[in-house]
T-cell receptor
Framework: SQTIHQWPATLVQPVGSPLSLECTVE??????LYWYRQAAGRGLQLLFY??????ISSEVPQNLSASRPQDRQFILSSKKLLLSDSGFYLC?????????????FGPGTRLTVT | GESVGLHLPTLSVQEGDNSIINCAYS??????FIWYKQESGKGPQFIID?????DKRQGQRVTVLLNKTVKHLSLQIAATQPGDSAVYFC???????????FGTGTRLKVLA
């Protein structure tokens, strides 16, 4: 069966510091990978998605970037965090079938920028 | 009854009653839809999906209805239990893309 991991689970970082969040998927090959952000009491905002190694699509221009150095690894980064970067960051994967298919989420990382 | 909270609409139901959660999706070209359940502090959990060539799909205690004419999706939960208390989101897959657009969510509160 497939599993998706995210770490760290929680993070408190000062404004201006760098960020690196990691997501890995097990039990599948060549998944589509996604980063979402969720503000408190809000829906999910798609930040980035990737259909293969080195392929990143950005949905929202911002202070963040994403990379996919390996097939089942997806990293969210920032060089300098802003207060507005606080939120719940969720990684997700899908098989990438045409016409849409099930998308599964990781446990999330709670980021607080102080 | 249904009320609007600070950010999320809230649906309160008695334990044992049926719940109906509604979602209006945005794009008439969307042809695949998912319902998620999210408990506090956790990632969304896949519940059930439906494709646009169907009007109804049933799972265990849940039914999803799709009305393409008015771009409306609903999730029905039978015999609602305390463990069903959570925020529920619908998501649509934009045809020809790998992107999913999420609704704003509805908080379901189950009253004992």
């Amino acid at each position: 069966s497939q599993t998706i991991h995210q770490w760290p689970a929680t993070l408190v970082q000062p404004v201006g510091s760098p960020l690196s969040l990691e997501c890995t998927v097990e039990g599948t090959s060549n998944p589509n990978l996604y980063w979402y952000r969720q503000a408190a009491g809000r829906g999910l905002q798609l930040l980035f998605y990737s259909v293969g190694i080195g392929q990143i699509s950005s949905e929202v221009p911002q202070n963040l970037s994403a990379s996919r150095p390996q097939d089942r690894q997806f990293i969210l980064s920032s060089k300098k965090l802003l207060l507005s970067d606080s939120g719940f960051y969720l990684c997700a994967w899908s098989r990438g079938l045409a016409g849409g298919d099930e998308q599964y989420f990781g446990p999330g990382t709670r980021l607080t920028v102080t | 009854g249904e009320s609007v909270g600070l950010h999320l609409p809230t649906l309160s139901v008695q334990e044992g009653d049926n719940s109906i959660i509604n979602c209006a999706y945005s794009n008439s070209a969307s042809d695949y839809f998912i319902w998620y359940k999210q408990e506090s502090g956790k990632g969304p959990q896949f519940i059930i999906d439906i494709r646009s060539n169907m009007d109804k799909r049933q799972g265990q205690r849940v039914t999803v209805l799709l009305n393409k004419t008015v771009k409306h999706l609903s999730l029905q939960i039978a015999a609602t239990q305390p463990g069903d208390s959570a925020v529920y989101f619908c998501a649509e897959n934009l045809r020809g893309t790998y992107k999913y657009i999420f609704g704003t969510g509805t908080r379901l509160k189950v009253l004992a």
